[in-house]
Each structure stands twice: as C-alpha cells, then as structure tokens.
C-alpha cells in the first residue's frame, strides 16, 4: 500500500474574549482522502470540538489561514489575535 504525504488546512479560531485557536484539519492523511475542508465540514468540526471540550470559550468567527500565517514564537501564543487578515502578537 502506498502512503501518502498528509495534507491540511489550517483554521484560525476566534473565541468571545478574542482568544485565538488555530486547529490544523486534515483533508488527507498516509491513506487517503478524508474530507473536503468546506465551510460546512469545518463549522460541523468546531462544534464537535466545543461539545467535547466545554472549557472552551464559543467561537465568534473562524477563517481559513495558510501555515505560514502562524507565528514561529509560540512563547507568546497567549497574545495571538486574528485580525481578520492576519495573526499578531498583542
């Protein structure tokens, strides 16, 4: 069997108090297609993703950003913030 390299998109998360969660979705892994990255599939996502864990802050809006939108620094992931069209540190 041949595996396949895995490819995602990534998802910019903002939460009601301007927290921001960045989940990588998969769209293909080592065997095969999964699911398309659609606005349906990613809000259906998102909502499994609060249910399972209630701690989370509800969500306020999301976007779809590439892998180098995300700051290199994590040390300061608690300041990221989406400002719509890009991640910065606050």
């Known amino acids: 069997m041949t595996r396949r390299p895995r490819e995602s998109q990534f998802i910019a998360i903002v ?10 979705f998969v769209v293909v892994d080592s065997l095969g297609p999964l699911q398309l990255a659609t606005a349906e599939n990613v ?16 969500v306020t809006r999301w ?12 040390t300061t992931r608690s300041r990221w913030r989406d400002t719509g069209t890009a991640i910065v540190v606050r």
């Open 63 to 74: 976007r779809f950003i590439d892998r180098g939108d995300i700051p290199a620094d994590r």
């Open 15 to 24: 939460h009601d108090d301007d927290s921001l969660s960045i989940m990588e």
């Open 43 to 58: 809000e259906a996502t998102i909502a499994k993703m609060l249910r399972e864990q209630p701690e989370l802050r509800p």
